[in-house]
């Protein structure tokens, strides 16, 4: 269908403009007829022209320019609520708990094997405890702990008379120390006469890096 | 092109029809002005209902709109009109009736010939408001008649009685009342009927049956009182005519007006046919067309009418779309900008804090980072952490131990490349072979079943038999091994 569209201005303002019964008014008459359609048509107009070319730019271009503020308001809102200060502080006594216990130089290592003789005469037994191997071995890059082995051999003293029970209550006092010391290896031989020699290995956690317990 | 509804419809409403609502109160609303316009005679009445309330004629001829306009004042103080709604019954020189033969393929083909026929008048004469009368035939052609009125004069006309608050709703063409003559006329009849009345100069003439549509009709310049002959000659060749048109002959002709062509068509025509003479009465004309419905398809300015109800429809629609658009977006601005100002207020908040802020959030990632290490230095701590296996398994088994086995060997071992727990165990055993074999069986069960999920290795054990002490019991040596902790 062909569309004239001259036909349709001139039927559009015709229908704007008028006046029901006077097909000749005056243009200022016409005019008056068209402000209830014209005078909300023209606002809206000029309404939407001002939100899409100047109000909508103008507060994109202000959220662009508030954006960075936001986004670090939002991530340190995002990092109080992922932990809280108390949390934080817990675990840092946790992990200070758990250095306290662990060796941080060859000399504790040392202590804590003369540490383990004197134990084992309390209980009865002649313990001779020494590390092997070197401390770096035992350590990969970038751990914060580190192991070191020792050997030890034990005998009964003379004079204990009961060195089975001894023996247990000594492994079970070695497994209880705070210092992570742990039994790797024990062997218990008799011979025919009865007499008894023990071989044990031993692994001791050291640290050999303080930075996670130190900031 | 101001153009009718819908065609005429076969059936002419009969019914007289509720006048158009006015305005002004419940009283005019019921008052319908009846104007006339026949040639340069005007008549009007004013109808309440289906009653005359006042009638009115001009003292003299008025043959243009402007001579209408002159006397419409004397008009209306003469009727005290109280009303709005008016209906005129039009015979003039600018209002055109015209014969169409349509093709009678369907209605609506007929329609848009029609169209056709009227727009091409419109190219040639302008504008008009028009409506079609279908004429009966007895050809398979469908025929009408256009009536074309320029809708100059229309809106000239409209223009005048507008002046004067009156709403100029009906225009019927002569052709109505003519066809409610022969309805009055020959009620109980199926025979057809021709009507010839005098309009000031003219003569219109009409033939049709009642109930039915016209078989034509047409409007000659022959005066009554000057042209007599001519009158009996047009009257007798319409009546040849609608023989043709009809298919039979019409044998009762009705006269409204006096004087010598009375008796010339009495003379031309009379032979076996009944012929009667009235005056012409316009008012009763007024009064038959006042009955019919103002969307009556023979209405020329129905059709306009319904056109400027949808136009007032449609402005209104338009005006209110366009306030409601308006409101719409106001609203939206006004939530916008309370959102936008919001936002301004909070981040001016933010921004008066940025220093604390970005201290905060400087500690909290060394914090987090502190913490990362602290928590992979607390499990790091954790997994390198062994089990006391040794002591415990050395525990269990010394329980476990029946009467007469004694260990000589016991070893437990932790495989690191392996991440397992090995075990040895070497010793004597005092008994016979069987029951060596089941004192083992049965600690090797145990030992399976036991919290430290002995697994032994194949064979599980062997036995080999000692020298025994003298006179005492057999004495055998034994070993096993295996894993610890295996499921």
């Known amino acids: 269908m062909k569309i004239d569209p001259f036909h349709l201005i001139r039927s559009g303002w015709a229908l704007l403009t008028e006046v029901p019964g006077w097909p000749s008014a005056p243009a200022w008459t016409r005019l008056r007829r068209a402000i209830p359609i014209a005078l909300p048509a023209a606002a809206l107009l000029v309404l939407a022209a001002w939100k899409v070319a100047y109000s909508d730019p103008g507060d994109r271009l202000g959220q662009a320019g508030r954006q960075p503020l936001l986004a670090l308001e939002r991530e340190v809102a995002a990092l109080r609520l992922a932990c809280t200060d108390r949390a934080a502080q817990d675990l840092k006594a946790r992990a200070s708990e758990t250095a306290r216990t662990l060796s941080s130089s060859p000399q504790g290592i040392d202590a804590a094997l003369a540490s383990l003789e004197r134990e084992a005469v309390a209980q009865g037994w002649d313990a001779k405890f020494q590390p092997v191997n070197s401390r770096a071995d035992a350590s990969a890059k970038g751990a914060y702990v580190g192991c070191q082995s020792a050997r030890g051999k034990l005998r009964p003293a003379a004079g204990n008379m009961r060195p089975w029970d001894t023996l247990l209550l000594l492994l079970d006092r070695v497994s209880a120390r705070k210092q992570p010391i742990d039994l790797t290896h024990l062997a218990i031989r008799a011979d025919e006469e009865g007499r008894t020699s023990v071989e044990v290995g031993l692994r001791i956690s050291y640290l050999i890096n303080n930075e996670a317990i130190a900031q | 092109m101001i153009s009718p509804p819908e065609l005429e419809n076969p059936a002419v409403p009969q019914a007289p029809a509720a006048p158009r609502a006015a305005g002004r109160s419940r009283g005019r609303r019921r008052s319908l002005l009846g104007i006339a316009w026949l040639g340069p005679s005007l008549d009007a009445a004013v109808f309440a209902g289906s009653s005359i309330q006042a009638r009115w004629t001009a003292p003299a001829p008025v043959g243009s709109i402007e001579e209408f306009a002159a006397v419409l004042p004397e008009m209306l103080a003469a009727l005290e009109f109280p009303g709005t709604e008016t209906l005129l019954l039009l015979e003039h020189d600018q209002f055109i009736h015209r014969a ?358 194949e064979p599980p054990r062997t036995l080999t038999a000692l020298p025994s002490p003298s006179n005492g019991p057999e004495l055998f040596g034994f070993s096993m091994g295996g894993t610890l902790f295996e499921n």
């Open chain 2, 100 to 457: 169409e033969a349509a093709p009678s393929a369907s209605e609506s083909v007929a329609r848009t010939y029609l169209r056709a026929r009227v727009a091409r008048h419109e190219r040639e004469c302008g504008e008009p408001v028009w409506c079609a009368q279908r004429m009966a035939s007895a050809r398979q052609d469908a025929s009408f008649m256009l009536h074309l009125l320029p809708a100059a004069f229309f809106e000239h006309l409209n223009q005048v009685l507008a002046a004067r608050g009156l709403d100029l709703a009906r225009i019927h063409p002569l052709a109505v009342p003519l066809q409610l003559e022969i309805d009055e006329l020959a009620a109980a009849s199926e025979q057809p009927v021709l009507v010839a009345a005098e309009i000031s100069g003219m003569t219109a003439i009409l033939v049709g049956r009642s109930g039915n549509r016209p078989a034509f009709s047409r409007t000659i310049r022959a005066s009554w009182a000057d042209e007599p002959v001519r009158v009996g000659v047009e009257v007798n060749r319409s009546l040849l005519y609608a023989k043709q048109q009809l298919g039979t002959s019409v044998d009762r002709i009705r006269l409204l007006g006096r004087g010598p062509a009375v008796d010339a068509v009495r003379a031309r025509c009379g032979g076996g046919r009944e012929i009667q003479a009235e005056d012409p009465r316009p008012v009763a004309w007024l009064q038959a067309v006042a009955r019919l419905a103002p969307g009556d398809p023979m209405n020329l300015v129905a059709g306009h009418l319904q056109g400027k109800r949808r136009k007032r429809l449609l402005r209104s629609g338009m005006a209110a779309a366009c306030w409601l658009g308006l409101a719409s977006l106001a609203v939206t601005i006004w939530s916008d900008q309370t959102v936008r100002r919001g936002e301004r207020e909070r981040f001016a908040a933010i921004s008066a804090r940025e220093t604390v802020l970005r201290g905060d959030y400087g500690r909290l990632l060394l914090r987090d980072a502190a913490m990362r290490g602290e928590r992979e230095f607390i499990q790091e701590a954790a997994d390198r952490r062994l089990p006391p296996v040794p002591g415990r398994t050395l525990a269990y088994i010394a329980g476990l131990l029946p009467k007469g086995l004694r260990l000589s060997e016991f070893q437990v071992d932790w495989d690191s490349s392996a991440s397992r727990w090995t075990f040895q165990a070497a010793g004597t055993i005092e008994g016979d072979e069987e029951s060596s074999h089941a004192a083992l069986e049965n600690l090797q069960q145990q030992l399976e079943r036991s919290p430290i999920q002995a697994r032994f290795t």
